[in-house]
């Protein structure tokens, strides 16, 4: 009989494989955009002069490491350093757009919304073979 251990080695085995590295790559960028986004807006409710709010700090720094370590994991599984950067920054564009809308109450203008529409198209044009 297999142990728990062994049954989610299987699974995350069997998930893994049956994406493409491709597809991979695009579930550590969205990733990779929401760790980014969490962080700014930890960042952003950091207060130096407060004690209390040292932990959006440590929060924001610890998410900002996980980025780093997608990014490597991109690189490892083949990805294009231009077109994950372009992914990258574009989603990147779009989830900080919404996370500040949502969660520091930002108002979003047209020209945000266009950017988001450029956005979308950069990634679809990088990706396009």
């Known amino acids: 009989m297999e142990t728990i251990s062994e049954q989610n080695n299987i699974f995350i085995y069997y998930m ?13 960028i969205i990733f990779i955009c929401l760790f980014e986004a969490s962080a700014q807006v930890c960042l952003k409710k950091f207060d130096s002069n407060n004690k209390n709010t040292y932990f959006y700090f440590i929060i924001g720094a610890i998410l900002y490491f996980f980025v780093v370590n997608l ?3 991109c690189y490892t599984q083949k990805g294009r350093v231009s077109n994950v950067n372009i992914m990258w920054s574009s989603m990147s564009i779009i989830i900080v757009i919404i996370f500040a809308f ?3 109450k930002e108002n979003v203008n ?3 919304i266009i950017a988001i529409v450029f956005a979308l198209l950069a990634i679809y044009f990088a990706n396009k073979k």
């Open 102 to 104: 949502i969660f520091l």
């Open 110 to 112: 047209k020209y945000q």
């Open 16 to 28: 893994f494989n049956n994406f493409s590295p491709e597809k991979i790559i695009i579930f550590a």
């Open 71 to 73: 990014l490597c994991y």
